[in-house]
């Protein structure tokens, strides 16, 4: 493994598990979560979780009010169809915590882990079920009450990521190599699956499998049963998920290159295609364009051959997944003058978001 490589894992690693939130600063040490809807975008910012207005750039609510020196909000929030917004704590202390999206108000808040572990990944609610991974290894299951409606499921490694969904089994990833199929009525269905390297990513759910990237430098390609081949390799460790588009895969590394998958011939469309830096966070495809936010910076939007559209600097570094809402790609870079930007489809950008103190 090579430093930069090495620096870039410890980096955010130590961001995920074991910074606090120990001031209050509206630009904390580590790299965002980033939810929307059709009005407000959701920031997990360090000690603050704020809801900003989409047409203005303006923040609505903040929570808590005041920052509390135990806090942190690092995992992406998660809305829900009966409307409340879910997030984790990675600071010191590690409450789980819905809040009103409308308004910032909290609903409830419960200490699953005892203290175990910190929330890095955003739930995933299925069926009127909360399946929240923890960094302690363990996958809660939570009722849309906040209670613990069974006991959680000991899955082993760090838990970093969302469990992906086929409507009915769970597919869910961690940090000691392993992938898991999980059916929620009776548990693990089958041995987990060796990936060979570290998973911080959810998987993609395909047509009878799913994709699941890692730091085994690898694409494979999982079925329910265990059955897995691995479909493509890259020359660096894969940290995003990969984003399916019909018969097309696309995916990057951190050695910055991004790569698209034929996956009827299993030969790739383009030949290299390197922005100007790591790529840890997952790709974002939306009509005709593919964006990619680099450890640089830069946000490139590219064609689906693989061309550069238009590149904006940003600042600091894009280690956060940009999201769409309606006309607008939002984009949450770390260490940068601001915590959240947008920009229109042709690049143009519409605000910047900086917390008041």
């Avoid at 690693?13 to 001031?23: H, K, P, R, V």
């Avoid at 890692?214 to 494979?220: G, H, L, P, Q, W």
């Avoid at 691995?230 to 590394?253: C, K, R, V």
């Amino acid at each position: 493994m090579n430093t930069k490589r090495m620096m870039l894992f410890i980096l955010l690693a130590l961001g995920a598990i074991f910074l606090s939130a120990c001031s209050g600063q509206p630009l904390a040490n580590n790299w965002p979560g980033l939810a929307t809807d059709d009005e407000h975008a959701y920031l997990a910012a360090g000690s603050f979780v704020y809801a900003v207005d989409l047409e203005s750039g303006k923040e609505v609510w903040r929570y808590p009010v005041e920052a509390d020196s135990k806090l942190l909000f690092y995992a992406n929030p998660v809305l829900t169809a009966d409307g409340q917004l879910l997030i984790g704590s990675t600071g010191t202390e590690h409450p789980f915590i819905s809040l009103d999206p409308a308004t910032g108000k909290e609903k409830w808040a419960e200490h699953f882990t005892e203290g175990k572990g910190g929330w890095v990944a955003p739930p995933l609610v299925l069926n009127d079920t909360i399946y929240a991974p923890n960094a302690d290894g363990f996958l809660y299951i939570i009722d849309m009450n906040g209670k613990e409606t069974a006991d959680p499921v000991e899955l082993g490694g760090a838990l970093w990521s969302a469990p992906s969904t086929d409507g009915s089994l769970l597919y869910v990833t961690s940090l000691d190599h392993y992938f898991h199929v999980i059916d929620p009525a009776i548990g693990e269905l089958n041995d987990p699956v060796d990936l060979g390297g570290a998973a911080p990513s959810s998987p993609v759910v395909g047509n009878d499998g799913v994709y699941v990237g890692s730091f085994a430098s690898t694409i494979e390609f999982i079925k329910s049963n265990g059955q897995h081949k691995a479909l493509a390799t890259t020359e660096s460790w894969i940290w995003g998920s990969p984003f399916l588009d019909g018969e097309t895969l696309y995916y990057a590394d951190l050695d910055g290159k991004v790569y698209s998958l034929d996956l009827a011939s299993g030969r790739q469309n383009w030949d290299t295609v390197q922005p100007d830096g790591p790529v840890v966070a997952s790709l974002l495809v939306v009509g005709d364009q593919i964006y990619v936010g680099t450890e640089a910076g830069t946000l490139v939007a590219l064609d689906r051959d693989g061309k550069t559209d238009w590149e904006k600097t940003v600042g600091g570094k894009i280690y956060t997944t940009p999201v769409i809402s309606g006309d607008l790609i939002l984009v949450a870079p770390y260490q940068a003058e601001f915590v959240l930007a947008a920009y229109d489809a042709a690049g143009k950008q519409a605000w910047t978001f900086v917390p008041e103190k």
